[in-house]
């Protein structure tokens, strides 16, 4: 199980280091996203649409990381860096549900918490890009 977890942090990791590359060839070819925004779009609709965000997102903070056979579920605290949202310090909190398949990631679900402080839940969604 150690090895799933490790493996799912390394997608945030590439986050934070701008690292499509890495994403590109642990996505699965079917992988799917699902968000409060997003109904299983593809992976070329997440290119698209999601992975742009990483210009803006700061460090991610796994508070917890838990495995079950190919899944692991993620709570994590995410920075914004400051340039975008004219405060330092502002971040958000949400979980993910991970599914692997054949060392790839098949799918992630998304669970939103709340929004940076100061923002609406629609101001949000506008600024990542989501609405």
């Known amino acids: 199980m ?4 490790d493996l799912a942090r390394r997608y945030y990791l590439a986050y934070e280091n701008g690292d499509r590359a890495f994403m590109e060839e642990h996505l699965a070819p079917d992988f799917t ?16 649409r999601c ?20 899944r692991v579920m993620i709570l994590y605290q995410a920075d914004i860096k400051p340039a975008q949202q004219g405060a ?19 799918s992630v679900e998304v669970f939103f918490g709340d929004p940076p402080k100061g923002l609406s839940r629609s101001q949000f969604a506008v600024q990542s890009g989501a609405a």
């Open 33 to 48: 996203f699902t968000s409060p925004y997003d109904d299983h779009i593809s992976r070329d609709a997440y290119f698209a």
């Open 2 to 5: 150690a090895e799933l977890t």
């Open 88 to 106: 330092a310090g502002a971040s958000f909190r949400n979980a993910e549900c991970m599914t692997f398949e054949k060392g790839k990631l098949k």
């Open 51 to 70: 992975w742009p965000n990483h210009k803006w997102l700061g460090k991610f903070h796994c508070e917890l990381v838990v495995a079950d056979a190919d």
